[in-house]
Every structure is written in structure tokens, then in C-alpha cells.
């Protein structure tokens, strides 16, 4: 196993999403974007990305034979906000279908999907909002 991808939304900018990400889509166009947090979250003047009903994509995909990687470990944060939306991060294989989807939802639950059919589900509130 190698390591495929890393990000930090610490060092660059809203218009340099895509030299990461393979796509970035939602049903409201121009809300994706990298801020700055507000100075009250863990990690205060770092960057964060706001995700408003919208969601990012990545290729799991190995570069070199255009292959699906099959095992990977991600690590995953963001910053939640009450009442906020759904905010979804999918990792796609190499026919452009979804393969693991993460998903925070309104009430503060992580699920993880494989494919469309949930694999895991916390608790309600296991995020806690506004961290």
C-alpha cells in the first residue's frame, strides 16, 4: 500500500481546489469554497473547507495502469456547523462510480457508504456541532 493523496486546506486557495480534487459539484454553484476559520474552532486562523449542499470527489485510482486501489486508509475532518447540510466526500474508481462515500449529516452522524449501501452509521450528535 502506498499513500495516493493528502490534503490540508491549510495552504492554498478557493480556486486551486482542483489541482487536488478530481471534482467538485452541488446543487448550489459557486458555495465551495476555502475559508478561514473564525478563530473559536480547535485549530483558530487555519483554513477549513466550506461545503454548502455540495460535495468533492477523488480518484482511487493508481496513476500509472489506471487501476482501482482497493485498500486505502483515509483520515477525514471538517468543520461542522448546527443546521448546516449534508456535506459528502466520494472517492471514486476508475469507471467514475462511487466506491466510498463519507457523509456528515444534519443531525451529526458520520455514515460511510460503499456503492450506495451504508456500511457503518454513528450515533446522532457524534459530531458535535461547531467543532
Known sequence: MALVFMDSFDHYATDDLMKKWDYEGG?????????YTLGMQRRPNTKYYY???HW??????????GLDIYTFV?????????GCPEMYVNL???SRN???Q??????GKVKIYRGGTLLEETP????SPNT
Not at 27 to 35: M, S
Not at 124 to 127: E, H, L, R
Open 27 to 35: 446543487y448550489i454553484w459557486g458555495h465551495n469554497y476555502i475559508g
Open 51 to 53: 461545503a454548502a449542499d
Open 56 to 65: 468533492i470527489e477523488k480518484d482511487i485510482v493508481d496513476t500509472i495502469t
Open 74 to 82: 483515509i483520515g477525514y475532518a471538517c468543520y461542522y456547523q448546527t
Open 92 to 94: 471514486m474508481n476508475a
Open 98 to 100: 462511487n466506491k466510498i
Open 102 to 107: 463519507l457523509r456528515t449529516t444534519t443531525d
Open 124 to 127: 446522532q450528535n457524534y459530531v
